[in-house]
């Protein structure tokens, strides 16, 4: 199949009921770009939108703008990351890859950043890093 594996492998057919008009494979095209719609959306309720309706026009324009900034940048993060960031929620971009619990040094002139002994998630930040930065040299 395309971007997406099989639901069942062992089974064949799949029975779905619909009122669109659509053909098929259309219609189940269209129900799973639905579904990533859908996710975006409580996504984005679960992190900046949770503030919105705020009551104040100006107010509401700003974290609607801050939200829409932050999650374009978090969404090019996590695919710069690993193949699991890139699919990942804002929620686990944030705690993975924006919370870092890192020390920042500076001895002659250089800054060192010390990322944890052992973290799980020091190889895609790494990678993240070396691909926005360029590897250290």
């Not at 500076?106 to 990322?115: F, G, K, Q």
């Amino acid at each position: 199949m395309g971007e997406q594996g099989e639901l069942f492998p062992v089974w064949r057919h799949h029975p779905f009921f619909t009122d669109n008009p659509a053909e098929t494979l259309q219609a189940e095209r269209e129900h799973r770009h639905h579904a990533v719609v859908e996710q975006v959306i409580a996504d984005s309720k679960a992190s900046a939108l949770a503030h919105l309706p705020s009551g104040h026009f100006h107010a509401n324009a700003a974290w609607l703008t801050l939200w829409a900034m932050t999650y374009n940048l978090l969404r090019a993060a996590g695919a710069l990351a690993s193949a699991f960031h890139a699919k990942a929620t804002t929620a686990t971009l944030r705690a993975h890859l924006v919370h870092v619990p890192a020390r920042i040094a500076r001895s002659a002139r250089r800054i060192t950043l010390h990322l944890p002994r052992n973290w799980p998630w020091q190889h895609a930040w790494t990678n993240l890093f070396d691909t926005v930065h360029g590897p250290a040299g």
